[in-house]
């Protein structure tokens, strides 16, 4: 392939469908979409990398159009309400769902979900200051509204933990816990290391990046189904 004679640039090619646009009467579709780098052997799927600090540099390097794929797959929908409200429950005949904080004939102090049970598992706070744990069956709907939104499922914003595979999402989660720690306590972790002395010469953030990628090397150790993919 050339362009006017001379062979194409590199390039960031992004493919993507909108599968609803043929179906008006449903929007029960999701969106693919796939990146790719033309000539950008560091921007394609399932490209290597010899350690996480080498996979963490070419994250830098492409960084918006990481950022770009991070949206999408966050923001794959098109809201259908104006206040924010999970669609199952602004549109469906679903009962009224529980609300940490909210009062009920008990008041929920905490929940839960139970996927695989199709179980709500709530904590509850008597007005006579005893706590209780209370369960409630979810419909199918419910379930639904749950695996879409499980940040906001009961209200408010509680993050909730997931498992994964991906040694940079592994990466990620230590470095947003470990980013701000001051350098002597990384030290202190790490005093045991064989190379705790040349270590002394690196500055905070280097040393951040150093203890968590040894973290997740330690649980990919422990973990062999664990790729070291982009």
């Known amino acids: 392939m050339t362009i006017n004679g001379s062979p194409p640039p590199p390039a960031y090619i992004f493919l993507s469908n909108h599968p609803y646009i043929y179906n008006l009467d449903t929007a029960n579709f999701r969106r693919a979409v796939l990146a790719e780098g033309y000539k950008i052997p560091e921007f394609k799927m399932g490209a290597q990398f010899s350690s996480i600090r080498d996979a963490l540099r070419a994250r830098e390097k492409h960084a918006d159009m990481e950022q770009l794929m991070k949206s999408i797959r966050t923001h794959y929908e098109i809201p259908t309400t104006f206040d924010g409200e999970i669609a199952e429950f602004a549109f469906g005949e679903t009962v009224p769902r529980l609300k940490i904080g909210h009062k009920y004939l008990v008041p929920t102090d905490g929940a839960t979900v139970a996927e695989k049970e199709k179980l709500i598992y709530c904590a509850h706070k008597l007005e006579d200051g005893r706590s209780i744990i209370g369960t409630y069956p979810m419909t199918d709907e419910d379930l639904s509204a749950y695996k879409k939104h499980p940040d906001t499922?009961?209200?408010?914003?509680?993050?909730?933990?997931?498992?994964t595979k991906d040694p940079m999402e592994l990466f990620d989660f230590f470095y947003r816990n470990y980013s701000q720690t001051p350098k002597e306590k990384l030290l202190d972790f790490m005093k045991s290391h064989p190379d705790h002395e040349k270590l002394k010469q690196e500055p905070q953030k280097e040393l951040a990046i150093i203890y968590c990628e040894r973290l997740v090397y330690s649980v990919m150790d422990s973990n062999k189904t664990l790729p070291l993919d982009d």
């Not at 499922?153 to 498992?163: A, D, L, N, R």
Request: net charge neutral; no cysteine.
């Open 153 to 163: 499922f009961f209200g408010i914003y509680q993050p909730v933990g997931k498992e």
